[in-house]
């Protein structure tokens, strides 16, 4: 059986990057480990959409958003989470370990927190260092409007830290236009690299505040000591650098194809996505989809664990349930990085058939035509427009 | 040209897991994932020589000492730093970032801080809450006495933690029977993997202080988290999960063999090296060397950095060099994991050709020739046992 992978991350890896993977180890002090340091710090401004220093951390993306919240917020300080999800929560929480009162701005999972939400809340808490907030949250499939919240929060001195772990390079993420101060995702997602790395972004206001923080009681997780030997693009730990040697290949990719580019494919895969979904008699469940992924609801009386184990074991088609409280009620397909409108299709086909077999009553093909008519929609609108 | 890397790590990694590392994905929450860990943790155990969880973490080497410091040792608690190299420092300078007073027992460059000055520190200090060593310096070659360390500290209630990044699966470390609390080590070394993961073993007793402990003012860090997620045969964070599957092939490996023959392996290739260097006019660097690498002076008026330099460039061997203030001071070739006798063999003929290129006497054929007669005294030896 042929496998698939869509689930929203880890992603899988375009061929000739994971035979870059099995080139041999290389020395990490080395005018080798220097040049690629060089283009994948230029590629990450790049896809980052800023001009700011991009640091690579070697860890998971929890581990990114653990060194902006240790420099960025000094014990003792208040920080705004706009959370709507686990991995909003995940802001919430990391704040609370480090000594950080978090106050939370929440949504019900499968809602956005509304701008409006935010303004009132840093209207309320004049005194807060920061908001934290998540660009998409992988966990219902939900888009926050970071750029909304940026424009609350840039005329204040709070830093705006979001969590872009399975957006940036996927939907719209203007780090430095949205004024985003720190920008965090992650290797295994858009970037189509096996999880290792965390990628953080530092706006100059935000290493002003780092500066002028208190030493943060931390080594690793330490930005200042990665920003002084990335300017020699070199690095203070011992790096995955097979990882970072691999991410050139990928980054580039990005940057032939074109961030907007990127964007616009990602947004279309969605809409086809969401018309195949409602085509099956599947209810999206977010009210504000992010792109990178679809999160429909099990219906009512099916076994949502049962469902995806079928798809796996008959048809090689992996996709993610819900977590948590979630668990067994939602589906969650991914579609970003390397899948493609037709690994969606795929998708949506064998889903269909363990509907089917599960009694759902569904319409043959219906899930798969609803997708291709919104692929096709695409291309007559390109053809017109020649 | 032949590149051959003998750096004491990232150290080269073995083609078959090369290949291993090329292939696709997985998702890390999975049945296969599971399996991995299980598999992984099993032979973990086996490598540490202990009976405890090994908990595979995300980071570097670096990132597996501050988790051992942060859980086991509260802000304001005061530890004795036994250290001699740039890496020993890093214990110290750990504790420091952390708010806990370090309190230094140290042997210049070269040499190994004795169990005398340890257990004299010991007696001074009933109050300090741990040890901190190193087993295997990598910055000096020295190797340090942790079973002697370990029978100074476990009669006391201080924890002892070993930093093994570049000794474990190298030298004896018989991480319970030595008494060793916290034991590290990295993917880089001996495990033959590329740089991207850390493992900390952790003893009964240091899991009951860690759990006495008021939380640790950390989140990826965390070790209740692996620990507790581990017993699931799953990971907190999304881990390098790929790096994790081809573990496996390399822990298999080292079992196969048995870990007393990788020990007796590592011996034999160190003894050679040194032989070859002597022989070569070069003095042995380390007092009591780590038999993972081989350290060796610079001879006097030789440019250290243009030797290594030529060594690569005419020969692509590739060498470590000095660090701080022994950079152009010393040499350093690595033999641990995936090199071979040959490969030292290849190093020892590089390094003599550069040495006489360069106008230091030496009668060629001295390096290879006493190198190969260690060897060969081995061969005679077990013949001669038969």
Chains 1, 2 share one sequence.
């Not at 009132?120 to 966990?139: K, R």
């Not at 970037?191 to 923080?213: C, H, K, Q």
């Not at 980054?251 to 099956?280: D, S, Y």
Request: net charge positive; aromatic share 6%; proline share 6%.
């Amino acid at each position: 059986m042929k496998p698939r992978m869509l689930t929203p991350g880890p992603t899988p890896v375009p061929e000739e990057t994971l035979l870059d993977l099995a080139r041999p180890v290389f020395y990490h002090r080395s005018a080798q480990m220097k040049q690629v340091l060089a283009d994948v710090l230029d590629d990450l401004r790049y896809v980052f959409c800023t001009k700011n220093l991009v640091l690579p951390l070697t860890c998971s993306g929890t581990g990114g958003m653990e060194a902006a919240v240790v420099n960025c917020f000094a014990p003792g300080r208040k920080v705004l989470c706009a959370h709507a999800g686990r991995w909003g929560e995940r802001w919430r929480n990391l704040c609370r370990a480090f000594g950080i009162e978090a106050v939370s701005v929440t949504a019900p999972y499968g809602q956005a927190v509304r701008p409006e939400q935010l303004a009132a809340a840093v209207a309320e808490h004049p005194d807060a260092a920061g908001v934290c907030a998540t660009l998409s949250e992988t966990a219902t499939g939900v888009r926050h409007d970071i750029e909304a919240f940026g424009r609350i929060t840039a005329p204040t001195p709070m830093l705006l830290l979001v969590d872009a772990i399975s957006g940036l390079g996927v939907i719209p993420c203007r780090t430095d236009a949205w004024g985003v101060d720190v920008c965090v995702t992650g290797s295994q997602k858009a970037l189509m690299l096996p999880p290792g790395l965390a990628f953080v972004s530092v706006s100059e206001r935000a290493w002003t505040r780092i500066d002028a923080n208190p030493p943060a009681r931390t080594f690793y997780f330490d930005l200042k000591k990665y920003r002084d030997k990335l300017l020699d693009h070199e690095t203070p730990f011992t790096p995955a650098n097979t990882l970072l040697r691999a991410l050139r290949l990928n980054l580039k990719r990005l940057r032939t194809e074109g961030i907007e580019n990127v964007w616009a494919r990602h947004a279309r895969m969605a809409a086809a996505a969401r018309a195949g979904m409602r085509a099956l008699g599947l209810e999206i469940f977010a009210a504000q989809p992010a792109d990178g992924l679809t999160v429909a609801r099990v219906p009512e009386g099916l076994d949502g664990v049962a469902l995806l184990s079928k798809l796996e074991k008959n048809y090689g088609i992996k996709l993610a349930g819900g977590q948590d409280v979630l668990k067994g009620k939602i589906i969650r397909l991914g579609h970003m990085g390397y899948i493609d409108q037709f690994d969606v299709l795929a998708a949506l086909s064998g889903l269909e058939l363990v509907l089917l077999e599960m009694g759902h009553g569904v319409e043959p093909g219906a899930g798969v035509a609803a997708a291709q008519r919104v692929l096709a929609e695409q291309v007559t609108g390109l053809t017109a427009a020649v």
